[in-house]
């Protein structure tokens, strides 16, 4: 998609910023934020039949038909909440059509296939500044994670918790199977954070 000539004249002078020097990067006068109805008005003033979700939309299709990035990575450069309840179903069958391709019809596959509708509505009513912890064990775990990739968004993966079991087990002849995976994920890029303390004991 080219360029007018003055779009190229704002990205020349936008290169002279420092790094991380601006506020924000089209400012109104006085430098203010833009206000939601600004772009309408403007293409309203210069007579454009367009509306600027169209322009969101066109920016969507350009980068799907021309360039290689994930699908996540476009989204959150239109500033999206990554996914509906429609498409993130779409993508849980596409998860789940991929799994029986690699694994066949077994027990892991009846696992994940019972456990997506449940994730997919945990994903549904989590508010967007809330968080998912699964609790799985390894030989689970690293499937469970492409499952909430499709559902939550790869971007929305937070961390991987190891949690250590101190109980006791038998492994004599292998290394000890004592540890489980907790997977975190948020809704949303801006998840609430409650910083979890325990008090020391007292040796």
């Known amino acids: 998609m080219p360029l007018c000539g003055r779009a190229q004249e704002i990205l020349e002078e936008a290169r ?12 109104r006068e006085g430098g203010k934020p833009l206000g939601s109805g600004r772009l309408r008005k403007l293409l309203r003033w210069n007579g454009i039949a367009a509306v600027p979700h169209g322009f969101r939309s066109s920016f969507r299709d350009w980068a799907a038909e021309e360039t290689d990035h994930p699908r996540e990575v476009v989204e959150a ?9 429609v498409e993130a179903g779409g993508q849980v069958a596409e998860a789940l059509i991929a799994f029986r391709q690699i694994l ?34 390894p030989t689970a775990s690293h499937y469970l994670k492409l499952l909430l990739d499709s559902i939550f968004g790869k971007l929305n993966f937070r961390n991987e918790i190891t949690w250590q079991r101190h109980e006791s087990h038998n492994d004599a002849t292998k290394y ?28």
Do not use: Q
């Not at 995976?181 to 325990?198: D, H, K, M, Q, T």
């Open 77 to 85: 450069a239109l500033a999206h909440v990554v996914k509906n309840k």
């Open 16 to 27: 002279t910023l420092e790094d991380g020097a601006a506020r924000l990067i089209f400012p």
């Open 104 to 137: 066949g019809t077994n027990d892991m596959l009846a696992y994940l296939s019972m456990m997506a509708p449940r994730l997919l509505e945990l994903w549904r009513v989590l508010k967007l500044t809330g968080s998912l912890y699964l609790h799985c064990d």
């Open 176 to 203: 000890g199977n004592i540890a489980d995976v907790i997977l975190y994920y948020s809704r949303g890029s801006s998840p609430a954070w409650n910083p979890l303390y325990e008090a020391y004991g007292e040796s």
